[in-house]
């Protein structure tokens, strides 16, 4: 088996990613080539995208979103993802094992709770209108007055196949929007059977190369080696000897390949969908960016590698960039920063009428 360098595997990961070139296509495409977007809150993903797609403008989103092409839901992870439409019906029944397994953080709190019963109030509930899960919860609260009422939410987000209700503001979601049925608002029925060997190749096809343990990571789903070996999958070792996966005519550029400075959204799934993430951000920065309280903080690459970490602020008219570099810059890497920093407050404050790019520490 040939072997893969490190920098050969981060520049295969960042060509797949759309990392080493911004491309003129379509945010969906981009969306269904990356099978989704990690969407905790509703900003990252437009951010993602402005960084990855050659003249991207937010109200192409909107649009998307608006004519159902796009959702954002529970999904891998148990952890908010925007979707196409396509995609979310597809593998929902795929992941609903790592749903349904998400129940068990309840512990003592889901004493009493039976999930059957719960799914079926709750979709009565939802059936009828969009609701925040505060609303949610209230509400099966009169019906289950004596399970927790977290637990009664919770369940409703697991188990419930919903997506989140967009509404006519900046990003398109509010920060505590309302839940409505998936297959009543895409006008759709769910796939009902199990696909976890296209979800594989997709993953490889948006990740690779990578292991089963990778794959895993991504999706919470476990026991995914058999599945790679039933598939005919390209095999390479990295250096360290261990095995990684891809797809057929996978793009794998020369490690030599000039990567772009990049700036990446808060939660972006480059930084999330791997065992091991070395490929793109070493070790002993890890904990400057991962935070105690589960957040991912906002990052830029240089070398196609995580170099630090970025601030965006508007006071009046005036948008600041404030960069935090895990170590030293090069002027040109700075220039570089900076040029793109630029672009980027621009498109975070397009009202403000001053835009400075500032280094800290």
Request: hydrophobic share 40%.
């Amino acid at each position: 088996m040939a072997v893969m360098s490190g920098r050969a595997v981060n520049r295969a990961t960042l060509a797949r990613q759309g990392l080493l070139a911004r491309e003129a296509v379509p945010a969906v495409e981009v969306i269904e080539r990356l099978v989704g977007m990690q969407g905790q809150e509703p900003k990252h993903p437009y951010v993602g995208l402005w960084t990855r797609i050659d003249g991207f403008e937010e109200a192409e989103l909107d649009r998307a979103v608006t004519a159902k092409t796009v959702v954002r839901a529970t999904m891998f992870r148990g952890t908010l993802h925007l979707l196409t439409a396509a995609d979310y019906l597809r593998f929902r029944v795929t992941i609903a094992p790592v749903l349904e397994a998400g129940l068990r953080v309840l512990g003592d709190r889901g004493q009493g709770l039976e999930p059957e019963k719960v799914v079926v109030a709750a979709e009565k509930l939802l059936a009828k209108e969009p609701l925040t899960f505060t609303q949610v919860r209230d509400a099966l609260q009169e019906q289950f007055p004596d399970v927790n009422e977290r637990a009664l939410g919770f369940c409703t987000r697991m188990l419930v196949p919903l997506v989140v209700y967009p509404t006519d503001v900046r990003w398109s979601w509010t920060a505590n929007a309302p839940f409505t049925p998936a297959e009543q608002w895409i006008g759709k029925k769910l796939h009902r059977r199990n696909e976890l060997k296209e979800l594989v190749t997709r993953y490889l096809a948006a990740f690779g190369p990578a292991t089963p343990q990778d794959f895993q990571t991504w999706s919470g789903l476990q026991k995914a080696k058999p599945v790679f070996d039933e598939l005919d999958l390209e095999t390479f070792t990295d250096e360290d000897g261990k095995p990684l996966y891809d797809v057929p005519d996978a793009p794998r550029p020369d490690a030599d390949t000039p990567a772009p400075v990049r700036f990446l959204p808060e939660f972006d799934n480059v930084l999330l969908s791997h065992a091991k993430r070395q490929r793109i951000i070493a070790d002993e920065h890890k904990p400057a960016v991962f935070t105690k309280n589960l957040r991912v903080k906002a990052t830029y690459t240089v070398d196609g590698r995580v170099a630090g970490l970025w601030t965006a602020a508007k006071k009046r008219a005036v948008a600041t960039l404030t960069l935090t570099p895990f170590g030293r810059t090069t002027k040109k890497s700075l220039a570089e920063l900076e040029r793109e920093g630029d672009g980027l407050l621009r498109f975070l404050e397009p009202d403000a009428t001053t835009y400075e790019v500032v280094t800290s520490g």
